[in-house]
């Protein structure tokens, strides 16, 4: 797919734009990369890998829960997303991946840390897991894709590029509102979550950068990425939402045969566990790394 810039796009991030935005900014090898790091200096690193759409700010709530029971966060907006750049480039888990590794190798976090992935970020963090897997104390995945169907119509609508442009171009600020609308199910949470991630959705390129994922990001068919996370030995903690719809809960028993996680619970809540129920979750992340830490004065 060619890169393009919507018609409701008309802001653009630039050294200029981001002197009045919210968070630190740092070049990586594929573009400039938005985040923020923050908590107790001496506290275990809790690293967070967001979902297809969100931004860092999607991590507000559970970040200051986290930081209130001793852990440092670092969260960051994946590229095409918040205000991160739109790079020119394929969106895949290679891509994130990489992103999460230079950030934190670029911040001078040398110490293992516990990776949080939600959605299509659990996708991304047992990518990372895979690949980095001595520089993990712990991993928790939240409503995990990649384990609906195999054959998904609207995936297969996103393998010819031509097709998917056109898509994406016509009818692609409707189909981004209607995969909104599914996430959350308070009606409040959900309008705070529309309008976050629609702001940040004004800057160019996108909703080429959405399109682009759902292109190279499999939403379905990942059992084997899911049992080579679950071979690792990396200490596991498993939580889903009970009213998910996007990621839906059926599956979880297959994730706990493949992940083999230490610790499962189901939240009373949507899609979204970290961000409608961010009390919870921190409980159950808080309690969970605590178990598996491993300090380097110990």
């Given at each position: 797919m060619r890169y393009f810039v919507a018609a409701d796009e008309d802001r653009r991030l630039d050294p200029v734009s981001r002197q009045s935005l919210r968070g630190s900014f740092i070049e990586l090898s594929d573009g400039v990369t938005h985040y923020e790091l923050a908590g107790p200096e001496d506290g275990d690193v809790v690293l967070l890998a967001g979902s297809l759409?969100?931004?860092?700010?999607?991590?507000?709530?559970?970040?200051?829960?986290?930081?209130a029971r001793g852990l440092r966060t670092l969260a960051c907006s994946a590229y095409g997303r918040g205000y991160s750049d739109r790079v020119r480039a394929t969106y895949d888990e290679t891509l994130f991946v990489r992103q999460l590794f230079e950030l934190k190798d670029r911040l001078g976090i040398r110490q293992p840390v516990h990776l949080v992935g939600t959605s299509i970020g659990g996708?991304?963090?047992?990518?990372?897991?895979?690949?980095?897997?001595?520089?993990?104390?712990?991993?928790?995945?939240?409503?995990?894709?990649g384990l609906i169907p195999k054959k998904v119509p609207t995936h297969r609508l996103f393998t010819s590029d031509l097709l998917t442009g056109v898509i994406a171009r016509r009818f692609g600020r409707r189909l981004l509102e209607g995969h909104l609308g599914h996430n959350v199910r308070d009606p409040q949470r959900q309008a705070e979550l529309t309008a976050m991630v629609l702001d940040a959705y004004r800057y160019e390129g996108s909703l080429y950068a959405f399109f682009d994922t759902l292109q190279h990001v499999p939403l379905s068919g990942?059992?084997?990425?899911?049992?080579?996370?679950?071979?690792?030995?990396?200490?596991?903690?498993?939580?889903?939402?009970?009213?998910?719809?996007?990621?839906?809960?059926?599956?979880?028993?297959?994730?706990?045969?493949?992940?083999?996680?230490?610790?499962?619970?189901?939240?009373d809540c949507g899609h979204m566990a970290p961000y409608e129920r961010p009390r919870e979750v921190a409980e159950h992340i808080a309690s969970f790394t605590a178990a598996h830490a491993k300090r380097q004065d110990s």
């Open positions: 759409t969100v931004p860092l700010f999607y991590w507000d709530r559970l970040a200051a829960e986290l930081q996708l991304v963090a047992m990518r990372y897991a895979a690949r980095y897997r001595e520089s993990l104390m712990t991993l928790t995945i939240a409503g995990p894709a990942r059992a084997e990425l899911f049992g080579r996370a679950g071979e690792l030995g990396i200490p596991t903690l498993l939580l889903w939402g009970a009213d998910d719809n996007v990621t839906p809960i059926d599956q979880l028993d297959t994730a706990r045969a493949l992940l083999k996680p230490q610790q499962c619970h189901v939240i």
